[in-house]
């Protein structure tokens, strides 16, 4: 039987990843909940084997329920609008219900809510494999990261109200965040919360647009409640329960891809909302708090994206007769398939690396507001809390823009076959072209990721990496470091020019440059546990180095006066 | 509606569908020592059957039961997975080497030790020896009535049960009384897949003999939770005459076994021209295919 768990065996080295001990230590708290849940893991060891276990099932539905669906759900136009509400094209509907009957929807969420207490590395890996089967399918099943905003920024009353829905009920959710005239500008939010003194509640108006899976159960709404304000400090997040019935989809967009993904407008209509959190804390706190995860959920996806577009391209390539031989036997086609791999294996290091990092700092935080931190742990979580900082919008970064390279690299190995509908290929690049678009553009990422390169964060990771690397690799360790050399140099040949408009301006160069080098170490310090990714680190390094090289020549090539001819009137 | 208690029977069988060259001894015997072991294809039906009525009627148990060796443990533990209420094993090295009126006789005789027992439901064949007479061998020796290639369940009444048959030309509804045992075809819905938090619960389940090699964490969870300890009985447990298992109960001697190989010179290329297609046709309704 396919299981999309067991046929990559990445997921499993990366469960056993080193830092999974401190995270599940954190997380399982001495393993205090197996007396009192008979699911909860009793050792370090048992929980490994659980998040095994559970990715097997995950693999398991992925490869035999939501993969096959996925052409019709795509083909069959995906989700339809009937009486102001979405319904499902049959196929979504199905691959919920079946992940719902798993018992896989609120994974990441407390016991005590009827989660399974799963940190984010599972859920993520999760997420990845959902992705590879049905790219569209990830956002609906991905969207129950809402539970975790509501878990960490609700009140108990509320969390008792909502959070065992997910698990008990397969509630969905939806994070209502943009508006027409407020896309990547979210402070520019105008929908108005009021609240109504005799009922005691807030009322919703206005409309939201381009809202994933907005139709959910629940919903998490960005709105502005402080009236006569117009930046962040007026918005305020609040929870919507579709019973209300208050909310109408008035449009479904038509889309390239991820068509089986509803995207919808919605019109609200004194729709009573309950506050979440403090008010005019929404977008400053809470939003912020929500897109980083939904960020790190788009990592997921891209690296989801990425292996079936790699799968497509090496089955074909194999398969594929020209000039009488396979065309994976010429060099232009293999050097193209070797390069997808050591991309794909490089972004997902950095998938599962930042998401430890995440995972730290969200076990130390829970940890906080229980029993509170001692002056080594708080340290640490500082640390860990600006590693996850710089390298979620790095991983959103690379992983969409390496899986819409590697999608049209497997489509283009495909040949005019590739661009019929006749192979899933198709599909899977036009799903790919969301990921560097949606949760913050790939441009938005760089302003986010710069932070790292103008600190020097990103330096000083690479310096701990390059101090855990194994003298072994002395060779490539060398080239490692001229590479870093190199990208420092570039730094300070940048910031010494005290012009915040040509760090701007060069800034996605200087945050793929640190990318570059972050994503070769990962691959290897990985290839010292598995020498397996050893093929991939050698190929990155070459990658790394010439598309280096490449940035350092323009930058330095680009003289004082060179801005003025890129500007637009 | 009273809830019941139902019987599945499951076996543990070699994968046959994904054989590779090594699949058959010279000899034309089964090489089992390759071939990974799956839960019966059609037993998984059963389990789903089985499901469904506990779905229909809260508070009816799901008992899953499986004859095999020491390994097939397995299958108690999908069964679990699944949504199985309990579970157990009949293993014994004497039950080894039997036929279909062995193995029916010993599941009769723990079916009857189970006791109370409204509904038994088996797969309609395993895919290693595709005979479909244990199951309705079964209902014989514990006089219960059978039905057997259920596709679909109708309607569960208060003491009987309707449910649509499969055929090789067509369908048939029927209605049994209950306790019945019923084998389930492959064309009933597909089983459910694992549910997390089962899986989480019974993943330690052992037999005893499983134990004696476990880690000791695990011996202790079992000590401390009994629903983790899978019951394993012998011939004695189940009361049967050493005459009518395993071997000396097994009329049924294999004379050959033949690895058969399709031709090509079997197989008739046809192009899409007219006389192709009206020789096709023709075909067909002589073969009583169509028409």
């Known amino acids: 039987m396919d299981n999309f768990y067991i046929d990559t065996p990445d997921f499993k080295f990366q469960l056993e990843h080193p830092l999974m001990e401190k995270i599940i230590k954190l997380k399982e708290n001495n393993f205090e909940d197996k007396d009192k849940y008979d699911y909860a893991p009793v050792n370090l060891k048992d929980t490994i084997d659980t998040y095994a276990k559970t990715m097997e099932i995950v693999g398991d539905i992925c490869a035999n329920v939501i993969a096959p669906n996925a052409e019709s759900v795509d083909k069959d136009g995906g989700a339809r609008l009937v009486n102001g509400h979405v319904e499902y094209a049959k196929g979504t509907a199905e691959n919920y219900d079946a992940l719902y009957k798993a018992g896989l929807i609120g994974m990441a969420l407390p016991r005590k809510y009827n989660g399974l207490n799963f940190p984010m590395v599972p859920y993520v890996m999760a997420a990845e494999m959902v992705s590879r089967a049905d790219a569209s399918f990830t956002n609906i099943w991905g969207l129950q990261d809402c539970a975790e905003t509501i878990r960490e920024f609700a009140d108990e009353d509320q969390k008792m109200r909502y959070l065992p829905r997910f698990n008990k009920e397969g509630a969905t959710a939806a994070m209502v965040l943009t508006e027409p005239d407020a896309g990547s500008d979210l402070q520019a939010v105008q929908l108005k919360a009021e609240y109504d003194e005799a009922k005691g509640v807030w009322l919703l108006n206005g409309v939201k647009r381009f809202i994933t899976n907005g139709d959910a159960d629940i919903a998490l709404v960005m709105a502005r409640s ?29 889309k390239l891809g991820i068509i089986g993904s509803p995207t919808t407008e919605l019109v609200f209509k004194d729709a009573p909302a309950e506050l979440l959190g403090k008010r005019k804390f929404g977008l400053i706190k809470y939003v912020m708090a929500l897109m980083n995860s939904a960020r790190l959920g788009i990592g997921a996806q891209s690296v989801g994206i990425a292996e079936a577009a790699y799968r497509e391209a090496i089955k074909y390539a194999a398969e594929r007769e020209q000039f009488g031989s396979k065309i994976s036997q010429f060099p232009q086609v293999y050097e193209l398939l070797t390069n997808m791999k050591a991309e794909l294996d490089g972004i997902r290091a950095l998938l599962y690396e930042t998401t430890r990092y995440v995972d730290v700092v969200k076990t130390y935080d829970d940890l906080k507001n229980d029993k509170g931190l001692d002056k080594e742990q708080r340290t640490e979580m500082k640390k860990y809390s600006r590693m996850a900082d710089v390298f979620t919008p790095l991983i959103k970064l690379f992983g969409s823009e390496y899986a819409n390279i590697i999608a049209y690299d497997s489509l283009q190995i495909h040949g005019g076959t590739g661009f019929t509908t006749d192979f899933p290929i198709e599909r899977i690049y036009r799903d790919a072209r969301i990921t560097s678009i949606y949760e913050g553009t790939s441009q938005l990422q760089v302003i986010a990721a710069i932070r790292g390169v103008t600190t020097h964060l990103f330096s000083n990771v690479i310096k701990e990496y390059n101090d855990s690397l194994d003298d072994k690799y002395s060779d490539y360790k060398s080239k490692l470091e001229k590479l870093t050399n190199d990208y420092n140099d570039a730094v300070e040949f940048v910031m010494s020019k005290s012009d915040t408009e040509l760090i701007d301006f060069h800034s996605r160069r200087l945050v793929e440059m640190a990318g570059n080098i972050i994503i070769t170490y ?28 490449a940035k350092k020549t323009y930058i330095y090539n680009f003289d004082d006066s060179a801005l003025e001819e890129y500007k637009i009137d | 509606m009273k809830p019941l208690k139902i019987v599945v029977l499951a076996k543990q069988v070699p994968d046959t569908r994904n054989v590779g060259p ?13 071939l990974p072991t799956i839960f019966n294809p059609d037993d998984l039906h059963a389990l789903e059957f089985a499901l469904q009525v506990k779905d229909k009627l809260p508070g009816t148990q799901v008992i899953i039961l499986t004859m095999g060796p020491k390994r097939a443990a397995d299958i108690v533990r999908e069964g679990y997975y699944r949504g199985a209420d309990y579970g157990m094993m009949v293993s014994d090295r004497r039950f080894g080497g039997a036929d279909t009126l062995a193995t029916s006789y010993t599941l009769a005789m723990t079916i009857k030790k189970i006791g109370d027992v409204d509904m038994v439901l088996a797969g309609v064949q395993a895919i290693d020896g595709d005979t479909a007479q244990t199951g309705p061998q079964t209902a014989e020796k514990i006089d219960f009535p059978q039905v057997t290639y259920i596709e679909e369940l109708i ?49 330690h389940a052992r037999t005893n003999t499983e134990l004696s090699r476990e880690e000791d964490f695990i011996k202790e969870l079992v000590e401390q939770r009994p629903y983790l300890h899978i019951p394993e009985w012998n011939v004695e447990d189940i009361k049967a005459e050493i005459s009518k298992i395993g071997l000396a109960g097994s009329p049924t001697k294999v004379n050959k076994v033949e690895s058969i190989v399709m031709k090509v010179s079997e197989a008739k290329v046809l192009d899409d021209s007219q006389d192709s297609i ?8 002589n073969a009583h295919v169509i028409g």
């Open chain 1, 226 to 254: 402080e009236p006569g304000t117009s930046d962040a400090r007026g918005i305020s997040l609040f929870i919507y329960d579709k019973s209300s019935d208050a909310v109408t989809v008035r449009h479904l967009e038509h």
């Open chain 1, 522 to 549: 990962l691959l290897f310090l990985d290839s010292q546990r598995d020498d397996k990714y050893l093929k991939s680190a050698r190929v990155y390094l070459r990658i790394a180095e010439s598309d280096n090289e």
């Open chain 2, 22 to 34: 090594d699949a058959m001894k010279p000899d034309g015997t089964v090489n089992r020592g390759i």
């Open chain 2, 155 to 203: 309607e569960l009444g208060e003491n009987d049960i309707t449910v649509k048959r499969r055929l090789d030309k067509g369908v048939e509804i029927v209605k049994s009384p209950i306790p019945v045992l019923m084998t389930v075809n492959g064309t009933f819905d597909k089983c459910r897949s694992r549910n997390v938090k089962k899986l989480l619960k019974y993943k």
């Open chain 2, 278 to 285: 009206d020789l096709m046709v023709g075909e067909l309704i």
